[in-house]
């Protein structure tokens, strides 16, 4: 019996990895001061992220913004209701210094959270640089039935988070898009 239910779930996954999407429409967001204030400063972040993204097949998107509650939400919104964005990626403001406010600007919004992003990222990063892992709040949840994604800014962390993003990218978006 057991046997027999392992299989009906794996199937059922198998189900809707293939009836998922292939190609989505994300909006990639750089969170920083810095960057957005001097616009001679490289976006590492970002390229690293355009370039994992569009290899994946996905079309995107690609802006600076200042840490700032009010300029994060604004993007946010813009990019879910008017842009018809299937998912958003922030990538910075999620450490502890008083500047990183990604966290506290996109969690009051999220209808549901997805806690294992953030449990396996943190995860995945502790086994690479070690305890310096823990400072990262890296969470995702959905909005209106859409991901969204708060990833640090570095550009590793914003690899090892988009590469970790885009395995279940397609699914979670026919998931959360799925009517009961």
Request: proline share 5%; with cysteine.
């Amino acid at each position: 019996m057991a046997a027999k239910h392992d299989y009906d779930k794996s199937h059922a996954a198998a189900s809707h990895k293939h009836e998922s999407p292939k190609k989505l429409k994300l909006a990639l967001f750089t969170v920083s001061s810095s960057r957005f204030r001097d616009k001679k400063l490289t976006d590492e972040t970002g390229e690293v992220a355009l370039d994992l993204c569009k290899k994946a097949g996905h079309e995107c998107s690609h802006s600076i913004i200042d840490d700032s509650k009010s300029m994060i939400r604004l993007h946010l919104m813009k990019a879910l209701y008017e842009d018809g964005n299937d998912a958003v990626i922030f990538m910075g403001g999620t450490g502890l210094s008083p500047r990183d406010v990604t966290i506290e600007a996109v969690t009051p919004l999220l209808d549901k959270l997805l806690d294992g992003f953030g449990e396996i990222f943190r995860k995945i990063s502790f086994d690479s640089i070690g305890s310096p892992a823990l400072m990262t709040r890296s969470t995702a949840g959905t909005i209106e039935n859409k991901p969204v994604f708060c990833l640090p800014g570095s550009p590793d962390a914003a690899r090892l988070g988009i590469e970790l993003a885009l395995k279940e990218l397609p699914h979670a978006v026919y998931i959360a898009s799925s009517k009961p």
